[in-house]
Protein backbone atom coordinates (compact mmCIF):
# COMPACT_ATOMS: atom_id res chain seq x y z
CA UNK A 1 0.00 0.00 0.00
CA UNK A 2 1.21 3.52 -0.73
CA UNK A 3 0.52 5.60 2.61
CA UNK A 4 0.30 9.19 3.15
CA UNK A 5 2.96 9.96 5.98
CA UNK A 6 1.15 12.23 8.55
CA UNK A 7 3.57 14.99 7.91
CA UNK A 8 3.04 14.99 4.25
CA UNK A 9 0.38 16.68 2.41
CA UNK A 10 -2.60 14.76 0.98
CA UNK A 11 -2.39 17.23 -2.05
CA UNK A 12 1.11 15.61 -2.69
CA UNK A 13 -0.20 12.27 -2.70
CA UNK A 14 -0.43 11.41 -6.50
CA UNK A 15 -2.99 8.52 -6.38
CA UNK A 16 -5.32 10.18 -3.91
CA UNK A 17 -5.46 13.13 -6.22
CA UNK A 18 -6.76 11.11 -8.86
CA UNK A 19 -9.52 9.24 -6.79
CA UNK A 20 -10.16 12.98 -5.41
CA UNK A 21 -10.61 14.30 -9.02
CA UNK A 22 -12.54 11.48 -10.65
CA UNK A 23 -15.15 12.10 -7.39
CA UNK A 24 -15.36 15.36 -7.91
CA UNK A 25 -16.23 15.19 -11.83
CA UNK A 26 -18.31 12.86 -11.07
CA UNK A 27 -21.09 14.28 -8.73
CA UNK A 28 -20.39 17.39 -10.42
CA UNK A 29 -22.06 15.62 -13.52
CA UNK A 30 -24.44 14.09 -11.29
CA UNK A 31 -25.49 17.68 -10.08
CA UNK A 32 -26.57 17.94 -13.76
CA UNK A 33 -28.63 15.23 -13.97
CA UNK A 34 -30.26 16.07 -10.33
CA UNK A 35 -31.80 19.29 -11.70
CA UNK A 36 -32.56 17.74 -15.16
CA UNK A 37 -34.69 14.50 -14.55
CA UNK A 38 -37.01 16.23 -11.94
CA UNK A 39 -37.78 18.79 -14.79
CA UNK A 40 -37.85 16.33 -17.60
CA UNK A 41 -40.44 14.68 -15.76
CA UNK A 42 -42.31 17.24 -14.42
CA UNK A 43 -42.11 19.74 -17.09
CA UNK A 44 -41.59 17.99 -20.17
CA UNK A 45 -43.61 15.04 -19.54
CA UNK A 46 -45.97 16.91 -17.31
CA UNK A 47 -45.65 13.65 -14.52
CA UNK A 48 -48.22 13.84 -11.23
CA UNK A 49 -46.96 14.10 -8.11
CA UNK A 50 -47.15 10.28 -7.51
CA UNK A 51 -45.34 9.74 -10.98
CA UNK A 52 -42.60 12.30 -9.34
CA UNK A 53 -42.22 9.73 -6.55
CA UNK A 54 -41.95 6.47 -8.89
CA UNK A 55 -38.77 7.99 -10.37
CA UNK A 56 -37.37 8.56 -6.94
CA UNK A 57 -38.59 5.59 -6.09
CA UNK A 58 -36.88 3.77 -9.18
CA UNK A 59 -33.30 5.64 -8.00
CA UNK A 60 -33.68 4.34 -4.77
CA UNK A 61 -34.78 0.72 -5.18
CA UNK A 62 -31.40 -1.13 -5.91
CA UNK A 63 -29.71 -0.93 -2.50
CA UNK A 64 -32.75 -3.06 -1.61
CA UNK A 65 -31.51 -5.52 -4.62
CA UNK A 66 -27.74 -5.38 -5.55
CA UNK A 67 -26.21 -3.67 -2.58
CA UNK A 68 -25.45 -7.02 -0.38
CA UNK A 69 -24.23 -8.78 -4.26
CA UNK A 70 -21.78 -5.85 -4.77
CA UNK A 71 -20.29 -6.00 -1.49
CA UNK A 72 -19.22 -9.25 -1.66
CA UNK A 73 -18.13 -8.28 -5.02
CA UNK A 74 -15.82 -5.61 -3.80
CA UNK A 75 -14.00 -8.09 -1.29
CA UNK A 76 -13.72 -10.94 -3.64
CA UNK A 77 -12.77 -9.55 -6.56
CA UNK A 78 -9.87 -6.54 -7.54
CA UNK A 79 -11.99 -2.96 -6.55
CA UNK A 80 -10.76 -0.41 -9.96
CA UNK A 81 -11.94 -2.23 -12.40
CA UNK A 82 -15.39 -2.52 -10.44
CA UNK A 83 -15.38 0.96 -10.01
CA UNK A 84 -14.34 1.81 -13.46
CA UNK A 85 -16.90 -0.65 -15.69
CA UNK A 86 -19.90 0.55 -13.49
CA UNK A 87 -18.95 4.02 -14.53
CA UNK A 88 -18.97 2.91 -17.94
CA UNK A 89 -22.54 1.30 -17.49
CA UNK A 90 -23.69 4.86 -16.18
CA UNK A 91 -22.88 6.96 -18.77
CA UNK A 92 -23.88 4.39 -21.38
CA UNK A 93 -27.41 4.25 -19.60
CA UNK A 94 -27.86 7.88 -19.49
CA UNK A 95 -27.08 8.64 -23.26
CA UNK A 96 -30.23 6.99 -23.88
CA UNK A 97 -32.30 9.88 -22.77
CA UNK A 98 -30.85 12.89 -24.65
CA UNK A 99 -31.13 10.56 -27.84
CA UNK A 100 -34.45 9.24 -27.05
CA UNK A 101 -35.62 12.83 -26.81
CA UNK A 102 -34.64 13.52 -30.19
CA UNK A 103 -35.89 10.61 -31.43
CA UNK A 104 -39.34 12.02 -30.11
CA UNK A 105 -39.36 8.89 -27.83
CA UNK A 106 -38.99 9.88 -24.51
CA UNK A 107 -41.38 8.40 -21.76
CA UNK A 108 -41.99 8.37 -17.82
CA UNK A 109 -41.37 4.74 -18.52
CA UNK A 110 -37.65 5.04 -19.93
CA UNK A 111 -36.50 7.69 -17.22
CA UNK A 112 -37.74 4.75 -14.41
CA UNK A 113 -35.51 2.13 -16.61
CA UNK A 114 -32.66 4.73 -17.16
CA UNK A 115 -32.88 5.92 -12.87
CA UNK A 116 -32.76 1.90 -12.34
CA UNK A 117 -29.97 1.17 -14.37
CA UNK A 118 -27.89 4.08 -13.23
CA UNK A 119 -28.52 3.85 -9.50
CA UNK A 120 -27.75 -0.27 -9.48
CA UNK A 121 -24.42 0.67 -11.29
CA UNK A 122 -23.58 3.35 -9.36
CA UNK A 123 -23.85 1.18 -6.47
CA UNK A 124 -21.97 -1.40 -8.11
CA UNK A 125 -18.95 0.88 -8.50
CA UNK A 126 -19.38 3.48 -5.23
CA UNK A 127 -19.28 0.32 -2.75
CA UNK A 128 -15.55 -0.68 -4.45
CA UNK A 129 -14.83 3.05 -4.28
CA UNK A 130 -15.41 3.88 -0.75
CA UNK A 131 -13.53 0.94 0.42
CA UNK A 132 -10.79 1.53 -1.68
CA UNK A 133 -9.54 4.32 0.23
CA UNK A 134 -8.41 2.47 3.03
CA UNK A 135 -6.17 0.19 1.37
CA UNK A 136 -4.97 3.63 -0.29
CA UNK A 137 -4.04 5.79 2.56
CA UNK A 138 -3.40 4.87 6.58
CA UNK A 139 -6.42 4.72 8.96
CA UNK A 140 -5.22 7.88 10.65
CA UNK A 141 -5.80 9.85 7.45
CA UNK A 142 -9.22 8.59 6.73
CA UNK A 143 -10.86 11.34 8.45
CA UNK A 144 -8.72 14.49 6.63
CA UNK A 145 -9.39 12.21 3.35
CA UNK A 146 -12.95 12.19 3.70
CA UNK A 147 -13.25 15.97 4.59
CA UNK A 148 -10.91 17.08 1.61
CA UNK A 149 -13.58 14.41 -0.47
CA UNK A 150 -16.45 16.13 1.14
CA UNK A 151 -15.61 19.34 0.39
CA UNK A 152 -15.11 18.63 -3.39
CA UNK A 153 -18.31 16.65 -3.28
CA UNK A 154 -20.39 19.72 -1.95
CA UNK A 155 -18.57 22.09 -4.55
CA UNK A 156 -18.55 19.98 -7.38
CA UNK A 157 -22.54 19.38 -6.46
CA UNK A 158 -22.93 22.98 -6.34
CA UNK A 159 -21.40 24.05 -9.26
CA UNK A 160 -23.22 20.71 -11.25
CA UNK A 161 -26.63 22.25 -9.61
CA UNK A 162 -25.49 25.25 -11.02
CA UNK A 163 -24.55 24.49 -14.33
CA UNK A 164 -27.46 22.10 -14.33
CA UNK A 165 -29.90 25.07 -14.25
CA UNK A 166 -28.04 26.90 -16.79
CA UNK A 167 -27.41 24.34 -19.18
CA UNK A 168 -31.05 23.51 -18.79
CA UNK A 169 -32.06 27.05 -20.06
CA UNK A 170 -29.22 26.95 -22.76
CA UNK A 171 -29.56 23.19 -24.34
CA UNK A 172 -32.99 21.65 -22.80
CA UNK A 173 -33.27 19.62 -20.06
CA UNK A 174 -32.81 16.43 -21.84
CA UNK A 175 -29.97 17.27 -23.89
CA UNK A 176 -28.59 18.49 -20.29
CA UNK A 177 -27.67 14.97 -19.43
CA UNK A 178 -24.84 14.92 -21.88
CA UNK A 179 -22.76 16.49 -19.62
CA UNK A 180 -23.33 13.76 -16.79
CA UNK A 181 -22.32 10.87 -19.72
CA UNK A 182 -18.98 12.98 -20.11
CA UNK A 183 -18.45 13.31 -16.60
CA UNK A 184 -18.58 9.31 -16.07
CA UNK A 185 -16.20 8.79 -19.07
CA UNK A 186 -13.53 11.98 -16.98
CA UNK A 187 -14.21 9.66 -13.76
CA UNK A 188 -13.31 5.91 -15.62
CA UNK A 189 -9.81 7.66 -16.78
CA UNK A 190 -9.08 9.23 -13.73
CA UNK A 191 -9.76 5.98 -11.88
CA UNK A 192 -7.67 4.20 -14.33
CA UNK A 193 -4.64 5.58 -13.90
CA UNK A 194 -4.25 5.25 -9.81
CA UNK A 195 -0.88 3.43 -9.95
CA UNK A 196 -0.86 2.45 -6.28
CA UNK A 197 -1.21 -1.24 -5.78
CA UNK A 198 -4.13 -2.62 -4.47
CA UNK A 199 -3.88 -5.50 -2.27
CA UNK A 200 -4.52 -8.95 -3.22
CA UNK A 201 -8.37 -9.83 -2.30
CA UNK A 202 -8.49 -12.67 0.88
CA UNK A 203 -8.05 -15.93 -0.68
CA UNK A 204 -10.39 -17.29 1.94
CA UNK A 205 -13.19 -14.89 0.85
CA UNK A 206 -12.60 -15.87 -2.84
CA UNK A 207 -13.25 -19.60 -1.78
CA UNK A 208 -16.73 -19.64 0.25
CA UNK A 209 -19.85 -19.05 -1.29
CA UNK A 210 -21.22 -15.70 -2.23
CA UNK A 211 -24.03 -16.10 0.29
CA UNK A 212 -22.03 -17.10 2.91
CA UNK A 213 -19.79 -13.94 2.33
CA UNK A 214 -22.88 -11.74 2.51
CA UNK A 215 -24.45 -13.21 5.90
CA UNK A 216 -20.83 -13.31 7.09
CA UNK A 217 -21.15 -9.27 6.53
CA UNK A 218 -24.41 -9.21 7.85
CA UNK A 219 -23.38 -10.80 11.26
CA UNK A 220 -19.77 -8.71 11.11
CA UNK A 221 -22.17 -5.35 11.44
CA UNK A 222 -24.81 -6.36 13.30
CA UNK A 223 -22.59 -7.38 16.37
CA UNK A 224 -20.29 -4.63 16.06
CA UNK A 225 -20.40 -2.35 18.83
CA UNK A 226 -19.68 1.12 17.16
CA UNK A 227 -20.82 0.42 13.49
CA UNK A 228 -24.14 -1.15 15.07
CA UNK A 229 -25.79 2.15 16.28
CA UNK A 230 -23.95 4.54 13.81
CA UNK A 231 -26.03 2.41 10.93
CA UNK A 232 -29.17 2.72 12.88
CA UNK A 233 -28.31 6.34 12.84
CA UNK A 234 -27.48 6.56 9.77
CA UNK A 235 -30.77 4.46 8.22
CA UNK A 236 -33.18 6.68 10.90
CA UNK A 237 -31.68 9.79 8.93
CA UNK A 238 -31.62 8.80 5.71
CA UNK A 239 -34.88 7.76 5.56
CA UNK A 240 -36.13 11.58 6.83
CA UNK A 241 -34.02 12.84 4.20
CA UNK A 242 -35.04 10.87 1.35
CA UNK A 243 -39.37 11.61 2.54
CA UNK A 244 -38.22 15.28 2.33
CA UNK A 245 -36.33 15.13 -0.61
CA UNK A 246 -38.41 13.13 -3.10
CA UNK A 247 -41.25 16.30 -2.90
CA UNK A 248 -38.90 19.16 -2.44
CA UNK A 249 -38.57 20.21 -6.55
CA UNK A 250 -42.28 19.52 -6.76
CA UNK A 251 -43.13 22.00 -4.12
CA UNK A 252 -40.77 24.54 -5.18
CA UNK A 253 -41.82 24.29 -8.76
CA UNK A 254 -45.19 24.21 -8.52
CA UNK A 255 -46.00 25.01 -5.07
CA UNK A 256 -43.55 28.45 -5.00
CA UNK A 257 -43.92 28.46 -8.54
CA UNK A 258 -39.64 28.68 -8.68
CA UNK A 259 -38.12 28.24 -12.10
CA UNK A 260 -35.48 25.91 -13.57
CA UNK A 261 -33.02 28.37 -12.90
CA UNK A 262 -34.34 29.55 -9.21
CA UNK A 263 -33.80 25.70 -8.41
CA UNK A 264 -30.81 25.09 -9.61
CA UNK A 265 -29.19 28.18 -7.63
CA UNK A 266 -31.04 26.93 -4.33
CA UNK A 267 -29.26 23.58 -4.76
CA UNK A 268 -25.91 24.82 -5.38
CA UNK A 269 -25.96 27.44 -2.04
CA UNK A 270 -27.44 24.05 -0.36
CA UNK A 271 -24.14 22.33 -1.63
CA UNK A 272 -21.82 25.07 -0.52
CA UNK A 273 -23.09 24.11 2.99
CA UNK A 274 -21.79 21.02 2.27
CA UNK A 275 -18.10 22.45 1.45
CA UNK A 276 -18.24 24.34 4.38
CA UNK A 277 -19.26 21.71 6.70
CA UNK A 278 -16.38 19.21 5.24
CA UNK A 279 -13.91 22.20 5.72
CA UNK A 280 -14.71 22.35 9.61
CA UNK A 281 -15.50 18.66 10.44
CA UNK A 282 -11.62 17.68 10.96
CA UNK A 283 -10.99 20.35 13.16
CA UNK A 284 -14.35 20.15 15.24
CA UNK A 285 -13.88 16.57 15.82
CA UNK A 286 -10.41 17.16 17.24
CA UNK A 287 -11.16 20.01 19.55
CA UNK A 288 -14.91 18.32 20.75
CA UNK A 289 -14.85 14.45 19.75
CA UNK A 290 -17.30 13.00 17.00
CA UNK A 291 -20.10 12.12 19.32
CA UNK A 292 -20.66 15.76 20.12
CA UNK A 293 -20.33 17.08 16.42
CA UNK A 294 -22.68 14.39 15.16
CA UNK A 295 -25.23 14.67 18.13
CA UNK A 296 -25.19 19.05 17.68
CA UNK A 297 -25.12 18.40 13.70
CA UNK A 298 -28.50 16.21 13.89
CA UNK A 299 -30.00 18.17 16.49
CA UNK A 300 -29.69 21.11 14.53
CA UNK A 301 -31.02 19.34 11.25
CA UNK A 302 -34.96 19.33 11.73
CA UNK A 303 -34.45 22.96 12.45
CA UNK A 304 -33.76 23.86 8.85
CA UNK A 305 -36.83 22.48 7.39
CA UNK A 306 -39.01 25.43 8.37
CA UNK A 307 -37.57 28.05 5.97
CA UNK A 308 -39.07 25.64 3.03
CA UNK A 309 -42.36 25.85 5.28
CA UNK A 310 -42.82 29.36 6.02
CA UNK A 311 -41.50 30.61 2.51
CA UNK A 312 -43.35 32.59 0.17
CA UNK A 313 -42.86 32.97 -3.54
CA UNK A 314 -40.16 35.65 -4.09
CA UNK A 315 -36.77 36.56 -3.73
CA UNK A 316 -36.97 36.89 0.13
CA UNK A 317 -38.68 32.98 0.31
CA UNK A 318 -35.67 32.21 -1.79
CA UNK A 319 -33.47 33.76 0.74
CA UNK A 320 -34.73 31.69 3.46
CA UNK A 321 -34.52 28.45 2.46
CA UNK A 322 -31.36 28.68 0.77
CA UNK A 323 -30.06 29.56 4.03
CA UNK A 324 -32.29 26.43 5.88
CA UNK A 325 -30.42 24.59 2.89
CA UNK A 326 -27.04 25.66 3.16
CA UNK A 327 -27.12 24.77 7.22
CA UNK A 328 -28.67 21.37 6.51
CA UNK A 329 -25.83 20.35 4.31
CA UNK A 330 -23.60 21.67 6.04
CA UNK A 331 -24.29 19.63 9.63
CA UNK A 332 -25.02 16.48 7.45
CA UNK A 333 -21.85 16.33 5.76
CA UNK A 334 -20.18 16.76 8.88
CA UNK A 335 -22.28 13.85 10.75
CA UNK A 336 -21.70 11.81 7.43
CA UNK A 337 -17.97 11.76 7.24
CA UNK A 338 -17.59 11.79 10.76
CA UNK A 339 -19.70 8.29 10.52
CA UNK A 340 -17.99 7.04 7.84
CA UNK A 341 -14.45 7.54 8.87
CA UNK A 342 -15.64 6.23 12.32
CA UNK A 343 -16.88 2.62 10.55
CA UNK A 344 -13.42 2.57 7.71
CA UNK A 345 -11.35 2.84 10.82
CA UNK A 346 -12.47 0.20 13.07
CA UNK A 347 -13.49 -2.02 9.73
CA UNK A 348 -11.29 -5.21 9.55
CA UNK A 349 -9.35 -5.03 5.55
CA UNK A 350 -11.49 -8.38 4.83
CA UNK A 351 -14.71 -6.69 5.74
CA UNK A 352 -14.57 -2.95 4.44
CA UNK A 353 -17.07 -4.08 0.74
CA UNK A 354 -19.29 -6.08 2.94
CA UNK A 355 -19.48 -3.64 6.03
CA UNK A 356 -20.24 -0.90 3.84
CA UNK A 357 -22.52 -2.98 1.40
CA UNK A 358 -24.48 -4.25 4.03
CA UNK A 359 -24.92 -0.62 5.33
CA UNK A 360 -26.01 0.66 2.43
CA UNK A 361 -28.95 -2.38 2.16
CA UNK A 362 -29.69 -1.07 5.42
CA UNK A 363 -29.67 2.16 5.57
CA UNK A 364 -30.61 3.36 1.63
CA UNK A 365 -33.55 0.50 1.53
CA UNK A 366 -35.21 2.78 3.60
CA UNK A 367 -35.13 5.22 0.51
CA UNK A 368 -37.54 3.53 -1.75
CA UNK A 369 -40.22 3.10 0.87
CA UNK A 370 -39.98 6.58 2.04
CA UNK A 371 -40.45 7.48 -1.53
CA UNK A 372 -43.14 5.73 -2.09
CA UNK A 373 -44.47 6.98 1.47
CA UNK A 374 -44.28 10.80 0.44
CA UNK A 375 -45.55 10.32 -2.48
CA UNK A 376 -48.68 8.80 -1.10
CA UNK A 377 -48.66 11.61 1.62
CA UNK A 378 -48.27 13.98 -0.66
CA UNK A 379 -51.32 12.92 -3.15
CA UNK A 380 -53.69 12.84 0.12
CA UNK A 381 -52.50 15.30 2.33
CA UNK A 382 -50.82 17.62 0.03
CA UNK A 383 -47.16 18.76 -0.51
CA UNK A 384 -47.11 21.47 2.82
CA UNK A 385 -48.49 19.03 4.97
CA UNK A 386 -46.42 16.28 4.01
CA UNK A 387 -43.39 18.04 3.89
CA UNK A 388 -44.07 19.25 7.08
CA UNK A 389 -44.08 15.62 9.10
CA UNK A 390 -41.07 15.34 7.65
CA UNK A 391 -38.96 17.51 9.93
CA UNK A 392 -38.39 15.13 12.83
CA UNK A 393 -35.39 14.64 14.95
CA UNK A 394 -35.51 10.89 15.15
CA UNK A 395 -31.82 10.53 13.93
CA UNK A 396 -30.48 12.25 16.61
CA UNK A 397 -32.54 10.53 19.42
CA UNK A 398 -31.12 7.51 17.95
CA UNK A 399 -27.65 8.16 18.36
CA UNK A 400 -28.19 9.59 21.68
CA UNK A 401 -29.26 6.33 23.29
CA UNK A 402 -26.90 4.36 21.87
CA UNK A 403 -23.79 3.50 23.13
CA UNK A 404 -21.24 5.44 20.81
CA UNK A 405 -22.32 9.11 22.74
CA UNK A 406 -19.39 7.60 24.79
CA UNK A 407 -16.87 7.85 21.88
CA UNK A 408 -14.31 10.62 22.59
CA UNK A 409 -11.54 10.23 19.28
CA UNK A 410 -11.90 8.79 16.08
CA UNK A 411 -10.58 5.24 16.44
CA UNK A 412 -7.17 4.47 13.77
CA UNK A 413 -6.43 0.89 15.25
CA UNK A 414 -9.13 -1.86 13.78
CA UNK A 415 -10.53 -4.52 15.88
CA UNK A 416 -9.11 -8.41 14.97
CA UNK A 417 -9.85 -9.91 11.92
CA UNK A 418 -13.44 -11.13 11.53
CA UNK A 419 -13.38 -15.38 11.78
CA UNK A 420 -13.71 -16.91 8.09
CA UNK A 421 -17.05 -18.31 7.69
CA UNK A 422 -16.56 -22.20 8.24
CA UNK A 423 -18.74 -24.05 5.46
CA UNK A 424 -21.61 -25.66 7.73
CA UNK A 425 -21.90 -23.14 9.95
CA UNK A 426 -25.51 -21.65 9.97
CA UNK A 427 -25.90 -18.45 8.49
Sequence with gaps: MNSAPAEKSLWRHADFVRYWSACAVDIAGSGVTAVALPLIAVVSLHASVWEVSLLSFAERLPPLLVALPAGALADRYPKRPLMTGATLVCGAAFVAVPLEDAAGWLSLELLYAVALVTSAAGLIGSTPRISYLPSLLPRERLLEANAKIGVVASLADSAGAQLGGAIVALLGAARAVYIDVASYLACALLLGSIRTPEPEPDRLVRKGSMRA??????????????????LMTGTAFTAVFAFLTTLWGVYL????????GTLGTLLSVAALGGVVGALAVHRLVDRYGPTRVMLTALAIIPFTELPLLLATPGLTGQVAIAAGLFVQLACSTMQGSTQRSIRQAVCTPGMQGRMLATGQWITYGTRPLAALLAGASGT??????TLALGTLALPFLVLFASSVRTLRHVPVVPPAPAPPHVEGEPA
Design 253 to 260: LRGLHYTA
Design 380 to 385: WLGLWK
Design 213 to 230: EIADGIRFVLRHPTIRPL
